[in-house]
Nanobody
Framework: QVRLVESGGGSVQAGGSLRLSCEVS????????RGWFRQAPGKEREGVAA????????YYADSVKGRFTVSLDNAKNTVYLQMNTLKPEDTAMYYC???????????????????WGQGTQVTVSS
């Protein structure tokens, strides 16, 4: 059984930084995908960033490009999301995701078939 556990959320002022961590355990042999999503109150869950095990490229939503960086530590089975220059509109619950099936790059921000962590809250004040 796949389990994802996020940590690192919190409250910061605009312009600040946070680093989210997600430890992945269990068998994800069906997919090399790791993603970060977020969901603000009253809004749909949206893809923020994604990365694939063993590949160099990462993928980002336009709203976070240049501010957020997704990375992997394969030895620790952990995926990170470094968030810099945070804005109030980044306030949301952030979820780590793996996939139960292979997920082509063009679907990196599609939440279907994802396995989710419990989420970690990020609050950015102005």
């Amino acid at each position: 059984q796949v389990r994802l556990v996020e940590s690192g959320g919190g409250s910061v002022q605009a312009g600040g930084s946070l680093r989210l961590s997600c430890e992945v355990s269990g068998n994800t042999y069906g997919s090399d995908y790791r993603g970060w999503f977020r969901q603000a109150p009253g809004k749909e869950r949206e893809g923020v960033a994604a990365i694939y095990l063993g590949r160099d490229n990462a993928y980002y939503a336009d709203s976070v490009k240049g501010r957020f960086t997704v990375s992997l530590d394969n030895a620790k089975n952990t995926v990170y999301l470094q968030m810099n220059t945070l804005k109030p509109e980044d306030t949301a619950m952030y979820y780590c995701a793996a996939s139960a099936v292979p997920k082509p790059v063009r679907y990196w921000s599609d939440p279907d078939d994802n396995i989710w962590g419990q989420g970690t809250q990020v609050t950015v004040s102005s």
